[in-house]
């Protein structure tokens, strides 16, 4: 007889039943010599004992086959969120998920690393990346002209009045002397960028724009030729410092 609904296999292929006769047109098996279901006549090649094994095809299942449900906080958008904003709770719901070991632990140093460059370069990083994407173009000086024609455009100014006064001399061709303090920061990671000090102790920033040229050094008194700017801003350790500036064109070091 042949085989009942609800008897198949799941892969009709792999299933076989050798002690039964089984028919070459419809599949079923059944004990007689004719198939009940077509009515064909069992050929010697299908009768029981006669048929050569059926192998069997490697399943491409993988797993115990078993469905896992993972609960939205254990979830990888979860926690790799959770170590952006709170990283010591990232790492307990790391650990506590019902993840593989290998893939908590690459998870784990993939993360440890990220918030280590975070805490030790982040707040340098992400100033770079605003400075790039909301800050001013790079600025340079005008050097279509003869470096004697240059410094003699510039004129001798006094310190407060330029500092007092930024937003009238922005634009302007002006020779400083100033006293260098530190080396603040990298600007647009080409010119440098030196805080310095005027006589009255008024600070500046000078981007230093020259081509070529020792770099300065603290405690360098530096007279300088340049055009003046309203504020330069840089970011040494992610924190903002905001002065008014010059952009440097030549500078005289006194020895």
Not at 33 to 56: H, W
Not at 80 to 105: D, E, R
Request: charged share 25%.
């Amino acid at each position: 007889m042949g085989r009942s609904l609800g008897a198949f296999d799941d892969d009709v292929e792999n299933f076989d039943n050798p002690e039964l006769n089984k028919c070459p047109d419809c599949g079923s098996f059944f004990a007689g010599d004719n198939c009940p279901i077509c009515g064909k006549l069992c050929p010697p090649e299908m009768r029981a004992g006669s048929r050569p094994a059926v192998k069997k095809k490697k399943s491409k299942r993988t797993g115990s086959g078993r469905v896992t449900f993972v609960e939205w906080y254990h979830s990888w958008w979860f926690i790799a969120l959770t170590f952006l904003v709170f990283p010591i709770a990232g790492f307990v719901l790391l650990f506590t998920s019902p993840y593989a070991k290998k893939w908590k632990a690459v998870f784990g140093v993939a993360a440890l690393l990220f918030v280590a460059g975070r805490y030790l370069y982040g707040g340098q990083l992400a100033a770079a990346v605003w400075q790039k994407l909301y800050g001013p173009a790079e600025e340079t000086v005008d050097f279509s002209v003869s470096e004697e024609e240059y410094r003699a455009r510039c004129e001798a100014t006094d310190p407060e009045t330029l500092y007092r006064g930024a937003a009238d001399f922005a634009g302007r061709f002006v020779k400083l002397t100033v006293t260098v303090e530190e080396v603040s920061a990298e600007y647009d990671g080409g010119s440098p960028v030196y805080l310095c000090r005027a006589e009255g102790d008024f600070p500046f920033l000078l981007r230093d724009c020259r081509r070529g040229g020792e770099n300065f050094l603290p405690g360098d008194v530096i007279t300088l030729y340049g055009e003046a700017r309203e504020k330069i801003t840089v970011y040494p350790n992610g924190a903002a410092l905001t002065r008014p500036g010059v952009n440097v064109a030549y500078a005289d070091r006194q020895k």
